[in-house]
């Protein structure tokens, strides 16, 4: 972790045990996730035991202690979504990314990860990419929807290799 992240969390907030969530989220926001390094400075410096950091880092699912791919998928597990063939998404997931065991794949551009409810059991079986929610997703609907993102990391790629040839 670099040190100007945690310069700029800290930047004008109270280092107090009651921002400890406030602290992580920012940490997570800068760099993707919270490091180790990052959990033994914020206990630190607000003063709360690195074990009780730790707990409360784990026990959200919206703070990751592992990178994550620049693009994250959601899955919902929920009781509606699985018995509206959620598992076959994940699958999807797995096979269009190429992935066999892992959260993250290894090009580093995806992040797979599944909830047990996204509080949306009508509209089921739910995927979310990169907070955006796609509703009554079917494996095609999910191959169609990985393969934008591809084509789309492409574009970006082929434009700035355009804009800075080497």
Request: glycine share 6%; hydrophobic share 40%; proline share 4%.
């Given at each position: 972790?670099?040190?100007?992240v945690?310069?700029?969390?800290?930047?004008?907030?109270?280092?107090?045990?009651?921002?400890?969530?406030?602290?992580?989220?920012?940490?997570?926001?800068?760099?993707?996730?919270?490091?180790?390094?990052?959990?033994?400075?914020?206990?630190?410096?607000?003063?709360?035991?690195?074990?009780?950091?730790?707990?409360?880092?784990?026990?959200?699912?919206?703070?990751?202690?592992?990178?994550?791919?620049?693009?994250?998928?959601?899955?919902?597990?929920?009781?509606?979504?699985?018995?509206?063939?959620?598992?076959?998404?994940?699958?999807?997931?797995?096979?269009?990314?190429?992935?066999?065991?892992?959260?993250?794949?290894?090009?580093?551009?995806?992040?797979i990860?599944?909830?047990?409810?996204l509080?949306a059991?009508?509209?089921?079986?739910?995927?979310?990419?990169?907070?955006?929610?796609?509703?009554?997703?079917?494996?095609?609907?999910?191959?169609?929807?990985?393969?934008?993102?591809?084509?789309?990391?492409?574009?970006?790629?082929?434009?700035?290799?355009h804009h800075?040839?080497?």
């Amino acid at each position: 972790m670099e040190a100007h992240v945690l310069e700029e969390v800290w930047d004008g907030r109270p280092k107090q045990p009651q921002q400890l969530i406030e602290v992580l989220l920012d940490v997570q926001d800068r760099q993707g996730f919270v490091s180790e390094e990052a959990l033994r400075e914020i206990s630190k410096e607000l003063t709360v035991p690195l074990i009780d950091v730790w707990r409360v880092a784990n026990f959200y699912k919206g703070i990751s202690l592992q990178p994550r791919g620049k693009h994250l998928i959601t899955v919902c597990m929920g009781t509606a979504c699985h018995v509206r063939t959620a598992a076959l998404l994940v699958e999807e997931c797995f096979s269009q990314i190429r992935m066999e065991t892992g959260d993250t794949s290894v090009d580093g551009l995806f992040t797979i990860e599944k909830v047990n409810c996204l509080g949306a059991c009508a509209l089921g079986p739910i995927v979310v990419l990169d907070g955006v929610y796609h509703h009554h997703m079917t494996p095609a609907k999910l191959r169609r929807l990985i393969k934008s993102v591809y084509k789309l990391e492409e574009e970006t790629m082929s434009d700035a290799a355009h804009h800075n040839p080497a």
